[in-house]
């Protein structure tokens, strides 16, 4: 076969090109395409630099704050200063049992200074410095309260009126046939996380809160304290007193909360004199028509 000089001289100018890209390499490429290489080549660099430092442990890692309920506590131990923070006003609840015709007769008598039965001139006896007395102290949520918890005993301090309670804890039994005081005579003891609070022999003249519902010396009183994190503790109350009410009164969960570090527990006396000096000056006035 034939082959002539023009046909060689075409597979020339083909094979020519291929054989000088090998040994020269690919052309050089435009301004725009070059620049595009370049960005993508750092990208990957950069890319590469996050993944080998994630990859690499740390010699000194910072602490991690904890988050408030994780933070370790004792649920043994329930001192400090707290804000009492509940929903039903001063009362144990606002699902107040059936009153018996005695507590009835009592109720209607009584006379509050404040809330929606208030008179000027009322007959409360906080008002002739009488002592507040218990579960009523603990309702008043106005001001702080200090649990002091040590062996043997848990004291109770109350910034209203200046007053403070006993819980024993060291084993002892409530008393059979005990003295009437205002705030009761209590034991405690520890039920798995729960400090359980009995109580009895409690003096008749004090209001069981600010609306005057009364009770009897018969009054039994259960509490239950349950520290739920660091910084909060719940109460759960159950009032027995079969004089003044047709079954036991339970109360709704009251909240503990920790008060700022720097609160403190004021002296805040009942000081007689004080007491007429309010009376003449403002709960008579408020009492009389206005001329």
Request: hydrophobic share 35%; aromatic share 8%.
């Amino acid at each position: 076969m034939r082959i002539s000089h023009l046909t060689l001289m075409v597979a020339a100018a083909m094979v020519l090109p291929a054989a000088a890209f090998a040994q020269n390499g690919p052309p050089p490429a435009s301004p725009a395409a070059q620049a595009k290489t370049d960005a993508q080549a750092k990208t990957d660099a950069q890319a590469k630099t996050v993944l080998q430092a994630k990859a690499a442990p740390q010699a000194n890692p910072a602490p991690q704050a904890k988050p408030a309920a994780a933070q370790s506590f004792d649920p043994h131990d329930i001192s400090g200063v707290y804000i009492l923070r509940q929903k039903a006003g001063f009362a144990l609840s606002n699902d107040v049992p059936p009153m018996t015709p005695w507590a009835q007769a009592k109720y209607n008598a009584n006379k509050p200074g404040i809330g929606p039965r208030a008179q000027p001139l009322g007959n409360d006896p906080m008002m002739i410095c009488d002592p507040v007395g218990y579960p009523r102290i603990l309702l008043y949520n106005a001001y702080p309260s200090e649990i002091v918890q040590i062996p043997g005993r848990i004291i109770q301090i109350f910034d209203y009126f200046d007053q403070h309670r006993i819980i024993w804890t060291d084993g002892r039994a409530l008393p059979t046939d005990p003295d009437p005081w205002f705030y009761g005579h209590a034991v405690g003891h520890w039920d798995g996380d729960t400090l359980v609070v009995d109580s009895l022999g409690y003096d008749d003249r004090s209001w069981l809160d600010a609306d005057g519902h009364p009770h009897s010396d018969e009054m039994k009183l259960q509490e239950r304290y349950h520290r739920t994190d660091k910084d909060t503790v719940e109460i759960n109350m159950t009032l027995t007193d079969p004089k003044a009410f047709t079954k036991p009164w339970v109360s709704e969960t009251k909240i503990l909360k920790r008060a700022p570090a720097k609160t403190e527990i004021r002296e805040d006396l009942c000081v007689t004199s004080d007491e007429e000096a309010y009376k003449d000056e403002m709960r008579a006035p408020a009492a009389s028509p206005t001329k």
